[in-house]
């Protein structure tokens, strides 16, 4: 059933932190040569949160005034149970809707995007448009991994048909195992993870698994989150090796350190500029970022190319639709 452009496309549920990305031309080359000691990562699969802590005022024991811990007090209005308990149940019932969902759907023909949209909408003229450059549409859940997860599948399609660029995204793939202790993180940490990713990898390459069957790991949440951890761990990799070049374009956090802990390590945690320009200079692979919203496209364009130096055209395409990745393929 057609939808209006402000529905969201999918009946995905909208579980992903709010937001999109805001692309610009300012951000400059990346240098994978220089390296940059960190402290040591936090565990991947622990989502950092929480906000000011506040306490009852002793002179407000109704508890109608808050002292934060800088000392200023301010007004607080006590929340009915009923409605927290409400909106509990509310954010249960997303969740487990979008637990439905499966984590990457099969390729589908391009009308299947173009009908999700109304007669006239400006988004179904934009899928129009997409269909007749693209023939396929890969839907991935929408769960705040969505953008790693969307690379994934576009990575291991684009790999299976070209063996030489799969035995040199392996050898650059085990590299980043050096790359990550060197930075600082535990060996533990790194191993475990990078492992998992490049273990696969071997396996194909000598000839024990088809390329095809890690497509179908992405379809299971364990193996396909060990495989988002790797991507999550090698962007804030390479972003703490360059935080010189990149810790400017910082705007909520004071260093690359604060930023890769609470925005690109712990999973469910939605991808920005920054990360997409570390996610493709650490993978080495040139991405397109295709614009449903031209509105949030920069310069008005209807893409946006994140160009690693050698490449002439991105091999991974996503679509860009708000708040939320999706795949899309030429053939």
């Not at 939808?3 to 994978?32: F, I, K, M, R, Y």
């Not at 991994?145 to 660029?165: P, W």
Request: aromatic share 10%; hydrophobic share 35%; proline share 5%.
């Amino acid at each position: 059933m057609p939808v209006d452009d402000n529905c969201d496309v999918h009946g995905e549920a909208g579980v992903a932190a709010a937001g999109s990305p805001e692309p610009t031309n300012q951000l400059p080359a990346v240098d994978n040569s220089r390296n940059v000691p960190i402290q040591i990562v936090k565990p991947m699969y622990h989502v950092e949160g929480g906000s000011q802590s506040a306490s009852t005022s002793p002179v407000d024991p109704a508890g109608t005034t808050t002292v934060l811990e800088s000392g200023i007090a301010g007004d607080f209005t006590p929340v009915d149970p009923d409605e927290m308990m409400n909106i509990r149940r509310q954010q249960d019932e997303i969740e487990q809707e979008t637990k439905q969902q499966p984590l990457v759907t099969p390729k589908l023909p391009m009308a299947t995007l173009v009908e999700k949209y109304s007669e006239g909408s400006q988004f179904r003229q934009k899928a129009i448009e997409l269909a007749e450059l693209y023939k396929h549409i890969q839907f991935i859940r929408r769960d705040g991994n969505c953008f790693y997860r969307a690379i994934l599948s576009a990575l291991f399609d684009t790999l299976s048909k070209d063996e030489a660029l799969f035995n040199r995204f392996f050898e650059h793939s085990k590299g980043w195992f050096k790359r990550i202790v060197d930075l600082g993180y535990t060996e533990f940490t790194a191993s475990d993870i990078c492992e998992h990713f490049t273990d696969a990898l071997e396996a194909v390459k000598e000839g024990e698994r088809e390329l095809r069957y890690l497509i179908v790991d992405l379809t299971n949440d364990a193996t396909s989150n060990y495989y988002v951890s790797f991507l999550r761990l090698i962007t804030a990799g390479l972003l703490r090796e360059r935080e010189d070049d990149f810790s400017p374009f910082l705007s909520e956090y004071s260093s690359m350190k604060d930023f890769c802990e609470h925005e690109v390590e712990p999973m469910w945690r939605e991808a920005d500029h920054l990360a997409i320009v570390g996610l493709s200079h650490a993978l080495n692979l040139s991405i397109r970022v295709e614009y449903l919203d031209q509105n949030a496209a920069p310069d008005g364009r209807s893409f946006y190319n994140f160009i690693v130096d050698g490449d002439e055209e991105p091999k991974l395409v996503v679509l860009f639709t708000p708040g939320h990745y999706d795949v899309l393929y030429k053939e």
